[in-house]
């Protein structure tokens, strides 16, 4: 799914105010769900999600709660087939090993018979009836909750007073949203809220002096932006696309033209990268980052004791 953000998102107006309507019946939708039985499966399961729609950092968190566990556990990502998610799927494949299918319950069943120990799924939490070891929801401290509506009227996929069914946050971005932090917390006062930041790793593999030209196709692209912003990198221009947007050849062409003709240097985030083929990469920077995690001890033993 191709994924541009409507306005009318941001603040409750006219067109918000319209639509209510059909975001109660997403709501009467959900509650069905939730009346669905919950199945059980022969392996640990960890889900990631979120509430707000796109741009949350859940598949950076699944890489890094990837990267803990798999020294003491087998571990496979699990991840649903969506049409042009294959930018996801390629950048857990380099991350570890992943399982995709049609549907979660046939990659789960899957994963038992491949004596997988333990299922990082990225996205699913409004997948009811599966019955997950730990639920961690993810917001962006920048995108926070929007106008608070549920699909169609606003971004959030679920009611917000879902959190109370899940056993963390995980809050990432480089602002701290006070805000969002007391609306979570007037919700559910004793759920636990962890925190992180992104920080570059290649970032010696770049020259500062040259001029770039940012391009994305992601839920948070200003975050991007910011980031490489705060790290001194002269963006004399930015192209931004749909969420999970794969570029066609004119596109892919006119880029390349544009920085051969105006000397600048291609830079996109580490998804959008593999989503090119190996030949589209050519003349293509991307910025490798990895999710620093506050209190990672503490994060990590509530992982382990779910296990």
């Known amino acids: 799914m191709k994924l541009i953000k409507p306005h009318f998102w941001e ?28 199945k059980n499966f022969e392996i640990k399961t960890i889900c990631i999600g979120n509430i707000f729609l796109g741009g949350t950092g859940k598949t950076s968190l699944a890489i890094e709660v990837n990267e803990l566990l ?5 571990t496979v990502f699990i991840k649903k087939n969506y049409e042009n998610q294959s930018d996801e799927i390629n950048l857990l494949n380099n991350k570890g090993n992943i399982i ?81 932090l007391s609306k979570l ?30 391009f994305c196709g992601i839920g948070n ?23 999970h947007h794969k570029l066609t050849k004119i596109e892919l062409k006119k880029l390349k033209d544009k920085a051969k003709n105006e000397n600048f240097i291609l830079i996109t985030t580490e998804k959008d990268f593999f989503r090119l083929n190996k030949i589209e990469r050519k003349n293509i920077k991307f910025l490798k980052i990895n999710l620093e995690i506050k209190d990672k001890k503490n994060f990590e033993k509530i992982l382990i004791s779910k296990l």
């Not at 798999?70 to 087998?74: A, G, H, I, T």
């Not at 069914?165 to 995980?170: A, T």
Request: include cysteine; proline fraction near 4%; glycine fraction near 2%.
């Open 185 to 214: 917390k007037s919700i559910n006062k004793n759920i636990k809220i962890f925190e992180g930041k992104y920080r570059p790793l290649n970032l010696k593999s770049f020259n500062l002096k040259k001029k770039y030209l940012m």
């Open 100 to 180: 995709s299918s049609d549907d979660r319950e046939s990659a789960l069943l899957s994963a038992v018979k491949k004596k997988y120990q333990v299922a990082i799924l990225d996205d699913g939490l409004q997948q009811k009836n599966i019955n997950y070891d730990l639920k961690i929801v993810c917001f962006n401290s920048e995108n926070a909750l929007g106008n608070e509506y549920m699909l169609p009227a606003g971004p959030l996929r679920e009611n917000i007073n879902e959190i109370n069914n899940y056993d963390c946050i995980f809050l990432n971005g480089e602002k701290k949203n006070t805000k969002l």
């Open 11 to 38: 603040t409750k107006n006219y067109i918000s105010f319209t639509l209510y309507p059909l975001s109660v019946i997403t709501y009467l939708i959900n509650i069905t769900k939730k009346l669905s039985i919950k």
């Open 221 to 243: 692209p200003h975050e991007f932006e910011q980031t490489l912003i705060k790290y001194k990198f002269n963006i004399c221009e930015k192209i931004i696309y749909p969420d």
């Open 70 to 74: 798999k020294k003491k556990f087998k």
